[in-house]
């Protein structure tokens, strides 16, 4: 069933940041968010995830939303925020431990998966280590290895693309390909848009806090092919037209 975000509107005061907005993520598919600084991106994530309550509207994973269970909804989803949020005082291998209690994972199947992409990252031998002594993308990878071992349904994945070295990001892209054969939802917001081309089922065009659009690559190509030929020279076109209009 994937999410379904249906009417959302909801910000940090009384005004609203994003306003009635409507999209979904099916099941085995990749969604990519995608607008300019400011235009909403993380404030629908922060709804989504659970961190802000909406105004109106109503967020559903999986034909559940946040009220019915909270720790059913939260566990169904794992969220890679932009800027990495680790225990200062937690190793690698501590933080490990901690989703694994904090998602009820079964320990030897969630460590199997832990190994794996530990090697992935090449980070099977810094288990001791703590966040002080991370890489900003080291730091990244710990939160992608504690996404990954989940049986969340739902990733969201706030700009996976920046901060990562291409080996890495051709790994997480492995990984999310892997989860959507398996019949996973994946959220992602990202301004990398060449990549994003590549890589994504259908993208979610916001502005404003509003979805100005909704579509495959190639929807949004016939749509508006008088504007370019690449996802990033027809976001340029449009987000020019929304800046001065
Ligand atoms: P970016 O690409 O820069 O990450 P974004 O699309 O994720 O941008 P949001 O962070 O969702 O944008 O911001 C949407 C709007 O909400 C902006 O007008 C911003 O000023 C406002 N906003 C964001 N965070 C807060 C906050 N904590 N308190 C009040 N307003 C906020």
């Excluded at 800027?83 to 501590?94: A, M, N």
């Excluded at 190509?221 to 020019?240: F, M, P, Q, R, V």
Aim: charged share 25%; proline share 3%; with cysteine.
């Amino acid at each position: 069933m994937g999410l379904e975000v249906k009417n959302l509107t909801g910000g940090y005061s009384s005004i609203p940041v994003i306003k009635k907005e409507n999209f979904d993520v099916k099941d085995g598919e990749l969604v990519s968010l995608i607008g300019l600084n400011g235009a909403g991106k993380s404030t629908t994530i922060n709804h989504i995830i659970g961190l802000m309550k909406p105004f109106a509207g109503t967020i559903k994973l999986n034909g559940m939303q946040i009220e019915d269970d909270l720790k059913e909804y939260k566990q169904q989803i794992a969220y890679i925020p932009e800027v990495p949020v680790l225990y200062q005082e937690l190793t690698l291998k501590e933080h490990i431990e901690t989703t694994i209690m904090a998602y009820s994972l079964n320990e030897a199947e969630a460590w199997q998966k832990a190994d794996r992409l530990l090697k992935i990252f090449r980070l099977d031998n810094k288990l001791e280590w703590l966040p002080a002594n991370f890489s900003k993308g080291m730091k990244q990878k710990v939160m992608i290895i504690c996404a990954f071992i989940t049986n969340a349904s739902l990733f969201v994945i706030d700009e996976p693309f920046l901060g990562l070295d291409p080996l890495a990001v051709n790994d997480l892209l492995k990984l999310i390909e892997e989860r959507k054969k398996a019949g996973c939802s994946v959220l992602m917001s990202t301004h990398v848009l060449d990549t994003a081309e590549k890589y994504c089922d259908r993208f979610v065009l916001i502005n404003n806090g509003v979805v100005r659009y909704e579509g495959t690559y190639q929807e949004i190509k016939t749509k508006y092919a008088d504007l370019g030929n690449s996802l990033n020279d027809i976001y340029l076109s449009l987000a020019k037209d929304e800046k001065h209009g």
